[in-house]
Nanobody, 126 residues
Framework: QGQLVESGGGLVQAGGSLRLSCAAS????????MGWFRQAPGKEREFVAA????????NYADSVKGRFTISRDNAKNTVYLQMNSLKPEDTAVYYC???????????????????WGQGTQVTVSS
C-alpha cells in the first residue's frame, strides 16, 4: 500500500503557524482521498481535515475551520496542512492517512482510512 511520511511539526507559540507535509510513496497518490488526524495524550485520535483525490473538495473539523487549510499536490505526491492561529489545544501528534483507492467520500472516521504515517509532533505553547 505504500508509505506515508509526515514532516513539519515542531514547537510554536500560540498565534503562530506551521505547515505539515505528508509525502506518499509506492502508490498512485491521485487515487486516494487523504486526511489529517491528531491525537493528544490521553485522548482519542480525532479528525482534523480531509481532501478529495483531485483536491476540489475539502472537509474540516469545526475546531480548526477557518484556521487550518488542507491541500495537495498530486505531481509531488504530497498533502499539506497549513495551520494558522495555533492554540495550545492544537498540541498533539498529527497523522496523515489515506482512504481506500478511488473513493472521494471524505470520512471523519479513523477506521475508514487504510494507511497511516508515523505522525509528527506539534506543540503550541501559551
Amino acid at each position: 500500500q505504500g508509505q506515508l511520511v509526515e514532516s513539519g511539526g515542531g514547537l510554536v507559540q500560540a498565534g503562530g503557524s506551521l505547515r505539515l507535509s505528508c509525502a506518499a510513496s509506492g502508490r498512485t497518490f491521485s487515487s486516494y482521498a487523504m486526511g489529517w488526524f491528531r491525537q493528544a495524550p490521553g485522548k482519542e485520535r480525532e479528525f482534523v481535515a480531509a481532501i478529495s483525490r483531485s483536491g476540489g473538495t475539502t472537509n474540516y473539523a469545526d475546531s480548526v475551520k477557518g484556521r487550518f487549510t488542507i491541500s495537495r499536490d498530486n505531481a509531488k505526491n504530497t498533502v499539506y496542512l497549513q495551520m494558522n492561529s495555533l492554540k495550545p489545544e492544537d498540541t498533539a501528534v498529527y497523522y496523515c492517512a489515506a482512504r481506500r483507492p478511488y473513493s472521494d467520500y471524505l470520512s471523519r472516521v479513523p477506521a475508514d482510512f487504510d494507511s497511516w504515517g508515523q505522525g509528527t509532533q506539534v506543540t503550541v505553547s501559551s
